[in-house]
């Protein structure tokens, strides 16, 4: 497990157990809580344009790391209950990907790789 994540997956623990909070991390609450906070994180961004998502004022941008940061933690905890090395599911997640579009394919193309 990468050792960053592996930190912050100890510090959530030792949070919840200071908390007496694992009795209500079911991997079923984490994952309710892990789509509430995402939504949360699309809210800042709802009725901005392409252009005005991309220059956030300095208050925006907090915001939205705070919201980021909720979405991590969600999923750190998540993935401790359910046994899930998150850095290995993502390099494996890139490699499934890498086959699914392949560069000299997908090339500029919001395509799905099922309507190639």
């Not at 930190?7 to 909070?21: I, K, V």
């Not at 961004?45 to 998502?53: K, N």
């Amino acid at each position: 497990m990468d050792p960053t994540i592996e930190s912050l997956t100890r510090s959530l623990r030792a949070f919840a157990a200071e908390r007496e909070w694992a009795q209500f991390h079911s991997p079923k609450n984490l994952a309710c809580a892990l789509s509430v906070e995402a939504a949360e994180l699309l809210e800042h961004f709802q009725w901005l344009t392409e252009e005005q998502s991309r220059q956030l004022t300095p208050e925006q941008l907090a915001a939205v790391g705070q919201e980021a940061a909720d979405v991590l933690l969600y999923l750190l905890q998540l993935a401790d209950q359910l046994g899930i090395d998150l850095a290995e599911a993502a390099r494996e997640k890139i490699e499934v990907n890498a086959r699914k579009y392949p560069a000299s394919l997908v090339r500029g193309s919001s395509r799905k790789y099922t309507e190639r």
